[in-house]
Every structure is written in C-alpha cells, then in structure tokens.
C-alpha cells in the first residue's frame, strides 16, 4: 500500500470531497476504523457539516486505503445502492426471497381463482 505524505493527502483530500459519496466513505471508513472517533461525530452529520466531514473521512483513510481503494468502493456502493441494497450478499438474499414470494404469490392466485364447488 501507499504511504501518502500530509501534503499529497491533503491535495487528494481536496480533490476526492464530495458531499453525494459520504455514505460511501463512511461505510469505507467503519471497516478501515470500526471505533473511531470520527464514526460518532458523523453520527451528528447534516447539510452544514457533511462537506468537512467527508474531507476528515477522506484525510483518515488515506492513511489505510489507497485512493484506488476509496474509488472501487464507491463505484461497488452505488451499484448496490443503485439495487436497493449495501452489500451483495443482502442483494443475493433479497432477490432469492423474493423469488420464492412470486412463486408463493403465483400459487396462492391460482387457488383464489379456482371456481369453488
């Protein structure tokens, strides 16, 4: 992994800030540092504070993640957030239970349907 210096961190913090991938970051963030600090503080995250919030997440994981790492994870968030779902294995699960309610849906149709004797 890349060690980064304070002052490459702090140009591709600036760079990389962007308020719509902060639950991407965030989520990044939980795995790199699952007690960090910074996790209850954004707890506390609204529209007045959400951009330097994200620039503090950013500035952190560069210290354990690549900015390869922190752009693949929001590429793979938004595609699962895109499916309804945060992570692939909630993805498989959903969409196999809900195959199973179609099927049940479609035979519960068939018995309603049925003329009663």
């Avoid at 620039?55 to 354990?64: E, K, Q």
């Avoid at 294995?89 to 003329?115: A, H, L, Q, Y």
Wanted: charged share 35%; hydrophobic share 35%.
């Amino acid at each position: 992994m890349k060690q980064y210096t304070i002052a490459e961190r702090q140009a591709i913090k600036d760079q990389l800030a962007d308020e719509k991938y902060f639950r991407a970051d965030l989520e990044l963030l939980h795995r790199k540092y699952p007690h960090h600090v910074l996790l209850d503080e954004c707890k506390r995250v609204n529209s007045l504070n959400r951009l330097s919030l994200c620039r503090r997440i950013i500035y952190l994981l560069l210290t354990r993640a690549t900015v390869e790492d922190i752009l693949n994870n929001r590429k793979s968030y938004r595609v699962y957030e895109e499916a309804g779902t945060k992570s692939g294995f909630v993805r498989d699960i959903t969409g196999k239970f809900r195959e199973k309610v179609s099927g049940w849906m479609k035979s519960v149709r068939k018995i309603i349907s049925r003329p009663q004797s």
